[in-house]
């Protein structure tokens, strides 16, 4: 019915989306003709998707004038402001009656940033004379800063302005070239408030005890460690600022509170040559690398659209030979910089990214019946891309159909999310249930009172045991004996009284059963493997090889170090060490389908008892099995584990070997092919 | 006369009795008896209370989100690592204790058991001063000068750090009475049974614990048991006392006892606090359960 329904819908929503394509179009910037390049947007599974054209690139400006070298662009009201770094002045273009007006030439060397503040003043970083310029509206000379002489902003700290925002007080935050600081923050003064958000330095293990023990002298032998600076940044209508860092991959924008914290926590898709940054008029951040890729993010720095391209050997609309700068109006139309050319690319929203961009408002404003329905449509219009599913989640999780919502968010591959989702609705199921409960637990307590009156204090209960016939039976039974009396157990299994092969077999396949079933068979919540994006293979070199290598190397070790115990001894030995493995891990991957991830400590206590539980007794067996102390027991286990890395090293080097001999046996035999055929 | 005389050998050992009962029934059985008696009813302390019936137990189990999402998850946590953990803890550090000579070993007691003495508010100005989330709290300054943090933590006011603070101060604070119990009951085994055990072919200290302590001090370590239960799920406020404030910041370190004090004295419903402490009686009356099944004797 729902498939029905659909059909129906595409082709009046596609009708729809064409008309509203045209209008918007009208706007401001003539659309020309088709895109040309292709959007992508992130798939469910995290993989890039071909979706619908996000932007269409329109009308080029500038395309009769070039300018020369062009750093900035910043849009305010309907005017394009322009910092050509090569002129030696700031352009105005008013999108309106396609003026241009000139301001501070003569005054400035390089302006490399601008910035309008909403007093219509505009603010310039010059970092050919290391200065900030602020000019009125009409173009005079307002104000210069120069470096600021505090004793806080660093004897040696170089001022040399490169991009700048401003907020409403007036208060200047700079990104100055080779500062490490951080961002400089300017008072309307001129004075200097200190340094804002900073880029940390990943250290290693190596450098943190170089640090610790090296004397001065040696430090100043090793590599400078100083942190990456940023690049490049704006600012957004709340005064939130926006930072790129080039190289940083996966936090190459930082979204800075108010004390400088980066409060987008996840790895984002990014690239590593950002070049400019810009916030949209709902919060959407842009950002453009210099090879002219346009990536759009949500508020929280979630992959929207990426698009665009660099111009490699023709001139064509909407790809770029080196951008500089990025802009957006309250249209949501976009101006990127080529600054090779000296030109200005403009892109059109079409009405896809338009419902896109109102969905997500709607949701973040709290309108999620609405959202959802746009949302729905997008779903038509782009197939699998993860963002419609996060926000569909997230508005049937406000709308409280939870059961859509945690559909919606396992397509996402958003655990978080799930997990909420997944505990409303075991929270419903709790609800229905609990009175039932209630009465069968009065019942059976009810039910036993009456008993005890009835017959009073009956004999013990006598526990029953069964007699098993079969060896092979009472073999794996015995498994049950070794949760209780390991020490015993172990040692009967070291006379030879209990367990054979073909015991020791079936416990190490049902080991490797239930840690199939834990590697794959968690809840969503707590793990995204499924047995469709593992391989099978995978999966048992991952149990098989280390568990084989073990009880070989062990055994190996052991018969150097004078142990008691035989192979067969310890391969059985050991099939009884995994029992607690065997019988509780899939109760803990069970679990995980009942609990939430707010409960996920009661799963990593659970799995680490059995596993804690399993290693005691693999020392127990050893002890047992060989009549080792305590001290051989952990020495036969180091030196297992050095074995295995060692068996492991030298097969890997046998196999590049290996490959090597097959690749030149086969290279002589072409060759002789060759010469032969000639 | 003859009769009367009969009647006080029949009945004497009720009057010798008395003083207990009496002090049990005014002290225990009833406040506990009018918890429960509480818990069926809706009661703000100023109106008298209404009868609801099971609707308190209800909404413990059905609407306290709260409840559900984070006091009983945390309450687990808590009570998972602090109770076994503390009480392995107590009784390895007495049996360390107990082979040391008499004066460092009572010094030693009396210092390991301290903790326990102090009021969960002496404990938040001691920890406070080590988890303070300015920079000069003592962890931030050791951070920053490894190089390891560029920006203060805030220790005990983020939610994710309260809880982990939580059970560590709770585990430096469950050297209690279960403690002395424990070393007084080590320091009672005859050593004449290691001499024994030692003829009988146990080989080292490990073998000794095993076989000859802990089978000799099992209604020690039954006690310790239950009075780390009874500790960990009553703990008073630890997380309120170290963040400040009560509900602890975004619930991180609310136990069932927080929900408690919350529910009772600051939003003043009694019956549904009192639904609460039933609940909370019901755990620690089944966990101790548990812990007789484990230490009884049963020989």
């Known amino acids: ?678 | 006369m003859k009769s009367i005389r009969g009647l006080a050998d029949r009945y004497s050992h009720w009057v010798l009795l008395m003083p207990f009962l009496v002090f049990f029934t005014l002290f225990i059985l009833l406040p506990v008896i009018f918890a429960v008696l509480l818990s069926f009813t809706r009661y703000d302390s100023i109106q008298s209370p209404v009868f609801v019936g099971l609707q308190n137990y209800l909404d413990i189990f059905t609407h306290d989100t709260v409840f559900m999402q984070k006091v009983l998850p945390n309450t687990a946590t808590y009570a998972l690592i602090v109770g076994p953990g503390g009480y392995i803890l107590s009784f390895l550090l007495a049996w360390v204790i107990a082979q040391m000579p008499r004066i460092p070993r009572t010094v030693l007691a009396i210092v390991l058991y301290s903790p326990s003495l102090l009021g969960s508010v002496a404990l938040s100005t001691i920890w406070g001063v080590l988890f303070s989330g300015d920079r000069m709290g003592y962890l931030n300054n050791i951070l920053y000068s490894l190089g390891l943090i560029n920006e203060p933590v805030a220790w005990l006011t983020s939610a994710q750090t309260l809880l982990p603070i939580m059970i560590f101060v709770g585990l430096w604070s469950s050297m209690g009475v279960g403690f002395l119990a424990m070393l007084a009951g080590i320091l009672n085994v005859n050593a004449e049974l290691y001499e024994a055990a030692y003829l009988d072919g146990v080989k080292n200290r490990i073998q000794e614990i095993y076989y000859v302590t802990i089978p000799l001090i099992r209604p020690q370590m039954l006690f310790g048991a239950i009075m780390a239960l009874v500790n960990t799920f009553n703990s008073p406020g630890l997380g309120v006392a170290l963040s400040g404030s009560n509900p602890t910041p975004d619930y991180a370190g609310q136990l069932i006892v927080n929900h408690m004090d919350d529910y009772g004295f600051l939003r003043y419903e009694m019956g549904y606090a009192a639904a609460l402490s039933v609940v909370l009686l019901t755990f620690v009356w089944i966990m101790s359960k548990a812990a007789y099944r484990m230490f009884e004797d049963r020989d």
């Open chain 1, 1 to 678: 019915m729902f498939t029905a329904k659909r059909l129906f819908i595409m082709p009046i929503c596609a009708i729809l989306l064409a008309c509203l394509a045209v209008n918007t179009a009208a706007a401001r910037i003539p659309q020309t003709g088709n895109s040309t390049s292709i959007t992508y947007t992130l798939s469910s599974d995290g993989s890039w998707l071909r979706t619908q054209d996000a932007y269409l690139p329109g009308e080029i400006l500038f395309q009769d004038d070039p300018l020369w070298q062009p750093e900035d662009v910043y849009v305010y009201g309907n005017c394009l402001y322009i910092a050509a770094a090569g002129n030696g002045y700031v352009v105005a273009y008013d999108l309106d009656t396609r003026k241009t007006r000139i301001y501070g030439e003569g005054t400035l060397n390089t302006p490399t940033g601008i910035y309008v503040t909403g007093r219509q003043e505009l603010y310039v970083a010059d970092s050919g004379f290391s200065k900030v310029f602020v000019f009125d509206a009409e173009g005079k000379l307002l104000s210069e800063y120069d470096r600021p002489d505090e004793m806080t902003f660093g004897a040696q700290a170089q001022f040399k302005p490169k991009k700048l925002v401003v907020d409403e007080s007036g208060v200047m935050s700079i990104v100055s070239e080779g500062s490490y600081d951080g961002v400089i923050q300017l008072g309307a003064e001129g004075e200097f408030l200190g340094y804002f958000g900073y880029n940390s330095v990943p250290m290693t293990l190596l450098e943190l005890l170089q640090d610790r023990f090296f004397t001065e002298e040696q430090k100043k032998q090793l590599f400078n460690r100083i942190p990456l600076t940023f690049y490049n940044l704006a600012s957004d209508p709340d005064g939130i600022i926006y930072t790129i860092t080039q190289s940083a991959v996966g936090n190459a924008i930082k979204k800075h509170n108010i004390s400088g914290v980066n409060i987008i926590k996840h790895q984002m898709i990014d690239e590593k040559n950002f070049t400019d940054i810009a916030v949209g008029p709902t919060g959407q951040i842009y950002a453009v690398t210099q090879t002219g890729l346009i990536f759009e993010y949500d508020n929280d720095g979630n992959l929207l659209f990426s698009f665009g391209g660099q111009a490699i050997s023709s001139e064509r609309s909407g790809l770029l030979t080196i951008a500089s700068g990025i802009a957006v109006d309250d249209e949501y139309n976009l101006y990127v910089l080529d600054k090779e050319r000296g030109l200005v690319h403009t892109y059109v929203p079409t009405a896809f990214a338009n419902l896109a961009h109102e969905a997500i408002n709607e949701y973040r404003q709290g309108s999620y019946t609405s959202s959802r329905d746009k949302l729905n449509m997008l779903l038509m219009l782009a197939g699998n891309a993860r963002f419609i599913y996060y926000y569909l989640g997230k508005n049937e999780l406000q709308l409280r159909n939870h059961q859509a919502a945690a559909v919606f968010f396992r397509q996402a591959g958003d655990r978080s999310g799930y997990s909420e989702a997944f505990w409303e609705i075991r929270n419903d199921v709790i609800n229905a249930v609990l009175p039932w409960m209630f009465a069968v637990f009065l019942a059976t307590v009810l039910f036993n009172l009456v008993r005890r009156l009835w017959k009073g204090k009956q004999a013990a209960h006598q526990g029953t045991r069964f007699l098993v016939k079969s060896r092979i039976l009472s073999d794996l039974m015995f498994g049950f004996n070794v949760l209780r009396h390991p020490i015993d157990s172990f040692y009967e299994v070291k006379t030879g009284a209990r367990g054979s092969i073909w015991s020791a077999v079936i416990l190490y396949l049902l080991a490797f059963g239930a840690f199939a079933f834990d590697y794959l068979g968690r809840g969503f919540a707590y793990s995204l493997r499924t047995t469709e994006n593992t391989s099978p293979l995978y999966v048992i070199l991952l149990f098989f090889l280390p568990v084989a290598l073990f009880i070989i190397c062990s055994y190996m070790v052991s018969e150097l170090h004078d142990g008691k115990g035989w192979f067969m001894t310890v391969f059985i030995g050991m099939s009884y060490a995994l029992v607690p493995w065997i019988c509780f891990l899939p109760a803990v991957t069970v679990m995980t389908h009942v609990l939430a991830l707010n409960e996920s400590f009661l799963i990593t206590f659970s799995s680490l008892l059995v596993y804690a539980w399993t290693t005691v007794l693999v020392i127990l067996a050893i002890r047992e099995i060989h009549e080792y102390e305590l001290h051989q027991v952990l020495g036969n286990i180091m030196l297992t584990f050095f074995m295995m890395v060692v068996v492991i090293f030298a097969f890997s080097i046998i196999g590049m070997f290996w490959d090597k001999a097959i690749e030149i046996a086969s290279s002589i035999t072409r060759e002789v092919k060759y010469r032969v055929g000639h």
